[in-house]
């Protein structure tokens, strides 16, 4: 059974910082592309950053120098490390995971949410 459960969450006053972690159980972890995505209300799905099976890293422009995608495959986990949020910042965070074995794969978590509010 496939799952990715996200954690890290909150409530954080302009320019604070957050951790968002995702375990992922059920997949081939280490062969994945693992994606963080928001989305805020009203507003379509955004890739935030992206790390490759291979440790390559993108992100979106508006997250560039503010957020840090790692991973580690021995914890099947990744993370997405936020610094000096701001409101707009603001969505559920979801974690997703991309690889071909066989067909193509494409898992999501449940995500969580980030209030970046005074």
């Known amino acids: 059974q496939v799952q990715l459960v996200e954690s890290g969450g909150g409530l954080v006053q302009p320019g604070g910082s957050l951790r968002l972690s995702c375990v992922a159980s059920?997949?081939?972890?280490?062969?994945?592309?693992m994606n963080w995505y928001r989305q805020a209300p009203g507003k379509q799905r955004e890739l935030v950053a992206q790390?490759?099976?291979?440790?390559?890293?993108n992100y979106e422009e508006s997250v560039k120098g503010r957020f840090t995608i790692s991973r580690d495959n021995a914890k099947n986990t990744v993370y997405l490390q936020m610094s000096s949020l701001k409101p707009e910042d603001t969505a559920v965070y979801i974690c997703?995971?991309?690889?071909?074995?066989?067909?193509?794969?494409?898992?999501w978590g449940q995500g969580t949410q980030v209030t970046v509010s005074s």
């Open positions: 997703n995971a991309a690889y071909f074995y066989l067909y193509p794969r494409n898992y």
């Open positions: 059920g997949i081939n972890f280490n062969s994945a592309a």
């Open positions: 790390i490759t099976s291979g440790g390559s890293t």
